[in-house]
């Protein structure tokens, strides 16, 4: 439901702030008003084209803020989720409009393209005016409103489900023949690699245990080293050199040649023993140690090899060293996709015709149920026309097969709503056989009959009794009341018949502030609505007949 609208500098309008009610709200005044104003004020609003010429004399920017109330579950808030913008309760749709012709579009206060702002007012207002109409005139939601009359959300639901299984299988298929495709134009270097990369054989860690052997090999080596210094150091190879041993012996044989008594160098002789003793120790465990660090060098040649051969083929390939054998892997798969591909592309495409049949299957039921539902609504629509005075009128829902190229999931028909206004007329597209005022009651009638399963709960009628009078426009009230039990509708009206019927009446009036002309809206109160109602009737000037006669229609609708 539109709760409120609120106009900043907008023609002859300085600041204006409206709310609406539920039910039927009827704008009435004199002609050059501003009526049209407001109008053009809400479409700013709902994302239509914007003209620098709505921008107030002399101000920098006009702008206009509608605020939405819709029901749970709104078709509105699965769009704003789709952007991803947090959905409210309430939505304020905002349009400020630069003296130089630019605009920007506002939801909730958060910047959005217009086209957004379009989509999102579609879902949420239809209007229906002389010069502007936003609903009916657009084939595209033809289908849609045969739907909501007499198509079950079920049988729509299998044409969904089906077009996604059919374009799901057919994506499948055009994927397997692409790998297939690629597969064939690289067989013979794919061969050539898969076999290069098995002969390598990669494993997963590899490079870093044998990075982490190999350093332990580089580290012996210099473990090695350091030990065969130390065995150099006491076992010279120079034989220029003495050797710690020789002099050892040689220094006990000295002591040992002392003449007696020789007592006090036994101590020197005893330590000259142990230093021999230690020596030796020392030059058996180095070469224990010697042994025992020698390091492979065959083992770490074949190290430096494996790496080699592994960070050489990553460079070829083009990926890490880790991912090897996943690449080898991959290329395995799409070897083996060559090898089979046939068999898999066979199979996918007998899917695809599977998939195919089910949704023409759940298409053609769908358009069965159009028909039928066609046919009812012509009948319908046959007993609203009369009325309204289109009792010449004939309305024809036509539904006909697209291509395949247009099939989708809404089905594969083009839903066309085709109407003659004079016997012996061939039926044509509404926008170029029905003038402003008889399109506005054709949606009139299909709202009467389609109110029920409308999911926009706003509907905008402007001037939909343009060149009816008497009888014709209470029918036309009539009819705009029974819509407005379950939708919210705004009329601007200039027929008493029809202002009658509001719940809510406000006036339209244009006053000279100065030297500025200013539009205002007032909501009237019921002594205020039975005078417009009674300037209506009579005019220019009221008489008391025309009260009396006002006053009986509105207690003619109470």
């Keep these: 439901m539109l709760a409120s609208l609120s106009i900043r500098d907008v023609v002859l ?76 309760d309430t939505l304020v749709l905002r349009r400020v409009l630069q ?59 299998r044409v969904a489900t089906a077009y996604k299984s059919w374009r799901d299988a057919e994506q ?62 006491i076992q010279p190879r120079d034989r220029r050199s003495a050797h710690p041993g020789h002099a050892l012996r040689n220094a006990v044989r000295a002591l040992e040649r002392l003449p007696p008594p020789n007592e006090a160098a036994q101590p020197a002789l005893a330590a000259l023993t142990q230093a021999q003793d230690a020596l030796a120790e020392a030059e058996r465990l180095l070469e224990r140690l010697a042994v025992d660090a020698l390091p492979d060098p065959r083992r770490l040649e074949a190290l430096e090899d494996r790496l080699y051969g592994l960070r050489s083929a990553a460079r070829k390939h083009g990926v890490a060293v880790v991912e090897l054998p996943a690449h080898l892997d991959a290329l395995r798969e799409r070897l083996a996709a060559l090898d089979a591909g046939t068999g898999r592309v066979s199979a996918l495409e007998a899917a695809r015709k599977a998939a195919r049949a089910a949704y023409v299957a759940a298409a053609e039921a769908l358009t069965a149920a159009r028909r ?19 009792d010449r009128a004939r309305v024809v829902i036509e539904v006909a097969p697209r291509e395949e ?51 926009v709960p706003t509907l905008v009628f402007d001037e939909v009794d343009a060149g009816i009078g008497g009888a014709t426009a209470a029918a036309v009230g009539e009819r705009l009341s029974r819509v407005a039990e379950r939708l919210q509708v705004l009329v601007v009206t200039h027929s008493p018949q029809v202002a009658a019927r509001g719940a809510h009446h406000l006036q339209v009036a244009k006053a000279v502030r100065g030297s500025k002309a200013e539009t205002r809206v007032t909501p009237l109160d019921v002594a205020a609505r039975r005078e417009e109602i009674a300037r209506m009737l009579a005019g220019e000037t009221v008489t008391e007949a025309a009260r009396a006669a006002a006053a009986s229609l509105l207690d003619g609708v109470a």
């Design 13 to 88: 309008i300085e600041r204006l702030d409206l709310n609406f009610g539920p039910g039927l709200s009827v704008l009435t005044g004199e002609t050059g008003a501003g009526k049209s104003i407001l109008l053009d004020s809400l479409g700013l609003a709902l994302g239509m084209r914007a003209e620098a010429g709505l921008v107030r004399a002399g101000q920098p920017q006009a702008s206009v803020a509608a605020v939405f109330q819709p029901p749970e579950g709104h078709p509105a808030f699965a769009l704003l989720a789709e952007q991803g913008m947090e959905a409210e």
């Design 99 to 157: 003296a130089d012709g630019r605009s920007r579009a506002f939801v909730n206060d958060q910047p959005v393209g217009v086209a957004l702002l379009k989509r999102l007012a579609a879902t949420l207002v239809e209007v229906q005016g002389q010069h502007d109409q936003v609903g009916l005139a657009d084939p595209a939601t033809h289908a849609a409103l045969l739907d909501a009359f007499g198509v079950h959300e079920a049988a729509r639901g």
């Design 172 to 233: 499948e298929l055009a994927e397997a023949e692409a790998a297939v495709a690629a597969a064939l134009r690289d067989e013979e270097w794919l061969r050539h690699a898969v076999e290069e990369l098995s002969t390598l054989a990669p494993e997963d860690g590899e490079e870093e245990r044998l990075a982490q052997e190999r350093q332990g090999l580089q580290q012996a080596e210099r473990r090695n080293e350091a030990i065969a210094g130390a065995l150099a150091e």
């Design 372 to 390: 039928t539902s066609a046919t009812r609504l012509e009948k319908a629509l046959a007993a609203e026309l009369p009325p309204l005075k289109l």
């Design 405 to 455: 190229a247009a099939w989708g999931a809404d089905g594969m028909d083009r839903v066309t709503l085709l109407v003659s206004t004079n016997p012996g007329q061939t039926p044509g597209a509404l926008i170029k056989i029905a003038s402003g005022g008889e399109l506005s009651r054709l949606m009139l009638a299909l709202k009467v009959v389609l109110a029920r399963g409308s999911p």
